[in-house]
């Protein structure tokens, strides 16, 4: 079993920034991609960003220039650095790896 603990979330005005922690409870955290995803309410969770365990990355087109997911695998996290917010980036983000997923972290932004 592994424990995926989110941080960083909070609320911000449209074109700040926050940065997200995830923090997995092993290290065998490091032999997985990880991955952002955000569910905002009424709607179904969303890809957002992912990171393969060779630090390879890829992005939603949706955020695509403006957030940057990595990983320090000597410290088992993934981050979500989020410049640039806007309104609807206003979601809960989870964390995900191999089979697990966080409790999530809110995030909001307003105008």
């Known amino acids: 079993q592994v424990q995926l603990v989110e941080s960083g979330g909070g609320s911000v005005q449209a074109g700040e920034s926050l940065r997200l922690s995830c923090a997995a409870s092993?290290?065998?955290?490091?032999?997985?991609?990880a991955a952002w995803y955000r569910q905002a309410p009424g709607t179904q969770r969303e890809y957002v960003a992912m990171?393969?365990?060779?630090?390879?990355?890829t992005y939603a087109d949706s955020v695509k220039g403006r957030f940057t997911i990595s990983r320090d695998n000597a410290k088992n996290t993934v981050y979500l650095q989020m410049n640039s917010l806007k309104v609807e980036d206003t979601a809960v983000y989870y964390c995900?790896?191999?089979?697990?997923w966080g409790q999530g972290t809110q995030v909001t932004v307003s105008s």
């Open positions: 995900h790896t191999h089979l697990y």
């Open positions: 990171i393969t365990r060779f630090g390879s990355t």
């Open positions: 092993t290290s065998a955290f490091s032999n997985y991609a």
